[in-house]
């Protein structure tokens, strides 16, 4: 039997599009319920682990990445949005929900 190597998932190809393809979920999400960079950046593990649970995403690691990746997303969706506001897609179709999540101790329960 040949050898095995350790190998860090994390740094793998396929790590990168996992990631990639979760950071797109949850900044689709976070941006049509109105949520800021801001309050994705502040928001503590539980509310991201909440968060990523309730858009099907299995929840990044609180030191991973992904959460930077949301941010950074968030932010060239706010841009594309100012720049073409008559387009339906710049439409932040649940922002009415926005409470529920930038307070979470008062939001809807965990999933």
């Known amino acids: ?3 095995t190597r350790d190998v860090d998932y994390s740094r793998t190809a396929h790590a990168d599009t996992n990631r ?4 797109r979920t949850l900044a689709h999400w976070c941006w ?5 960079t801001g309050d ?10 909440r968060v990523a649970r309730t858009t099907g995403v299995n929840p990044p690691n609180r030191l991973s990445p992904t959460w930077d990746l949301v941010a950074s997303l ?4 706010d841009g ?3 720049r073409h506001p008559d387009d339906p897609r710049a439409q932040q179709r649940h922002a009415d929900e926005r409470p529920d999540w930038t307070h ?6 965990l999933p």
């Open 40 to 49: 994705v950046q502040g928001w503590d593990p539980p509310t991201r682990r």
């Open 20 to 23: 990639a393809e979760k950071a």
């Open 32 to 36: 049509h319920h109105a949520i800021p």
């Open 1 to 3: 039997m040949p050898p």
């Open 80 to 82: 594309w949005a100012t």
């Open 74 to 77: 968030l932010d060239q969706m």
């Open 104 to 109: 979470p101790k008062e939001g809807p329960p």
